[in-house]
């Protein structure tokens, strides 16, 4: 069953609080049923679809905004985040869906600090499906995870920002370890290899993933298998957390 949630929302926001000119997307990775989704907003009055986002208070960083936006889209903290790319083409905005739908709301913020031109820093996230809450924020009324296929067209540049994301996921699997943040806490080496292979796009040797896997001494191999299969059940695995953290810090050698 999909995380789904409506909400309607009362519109609280005050333009005085945040920076002019700067705004945040962000693109919000999960892992469900061995498919790459992403987290979107559906917009209230023009039903296009979104990549979550927001603005940057006065008193934040960068990072505690987006953590902040992430936190009221998906309840989770302490999520893996990492800017990726600032995206400022000036006709970016330009014929911004949100306005239309602020004024069709019936609400009475100020439409031209929304239709402003607006420079957005980019950010990929990389979460927990199954602890995730999708939660509308007050443009929208849907908030949904989507796989890759089932992705059209998205409002302004966000299809731009999505393909950079995934970009820049497919790149980090050269040199980082990637897989704590989207598996669950125990799984089997077919699901992490599946895994990559979503995020590649391309199949792997199995004999070659695993141990090169193996190698990066990332895993903790446990008794257990995993139950419930038809064929001989695989065992499961888990990540060492020191090494994870070392090779996120230090790099991996080689590529996929």
Avoid at 1 to 27: A, E, G, P, W, Y
Avoid at 148 to 169: C, G
Avoid at 214 to 227: A, D, V
């Amino acid at each position: 069953m999909q995380n789904i949630r409506t909400v309607t929302q009362n519109f609280d926001f005050h333009t005085h609080q945040f920076l002019n000119h700067i705004s945040l997307d962000c693109v919000v990775f999960g892992f469900h049923d061995n498919q790459l989704k992403v987290l979107l907003i559906r917009m209230k009055y023009t039903k296009e679809w979104a990549l979550p986002g927001g603005f940057v208070k006065e008193d934040e960083s960068l990072e505690v905004a987006a953590n902040r936006v992430l936190k009221d889209r998906t309840g989770l903290d302490n999520i893996f985040l990492k800017q990726f790319k600032v995206f400022s083409e000036p006709q970016r905005s330009d014929r911004n869906p949100a306005v239309k739908d602020l004024i069709d709301s019936g609400s009475n913020p100020d439409h031209e600090w929304f239709n402003q031109r607006f420079i957005s820093i980019g950010f990929y996230a990389l979460v927990d499906f199954s602890k995730a809450e999708p939660t509308p924020d007050f443009f929208s009324d849907l908030c949904a995870w989507k796989t890759l296929d089932e992705i059209n067209t998205l409002i302004l540049d966000h299809s731009q920002i999505l393909n950079k994301a995934l970009e820049t996921l497919r790149l980090q699997l050269n040199y980082q370890p990637l897989g704590y943040n989207l598996l669950a806490d125990k799984f089997t080496m077919p699901e992490l290899q599946k895994l990559y292979e979503t995020i590649l796009g391309k199949e792997l040797d199995r004999r070659n993933f695993q141990r090169k896997m193996l190698s990066y001494g990332i895993l903790n191999k446990l008794q257990e298998r995993k139950t419930g299969g038809a064929h001989k059940a695989p065992y499961l695995y888990e990540f060492n957390l020191e090494n994870y953290q070392k090779a996120l810090q230090n790099g991996l050698f080689g590529g996929w």
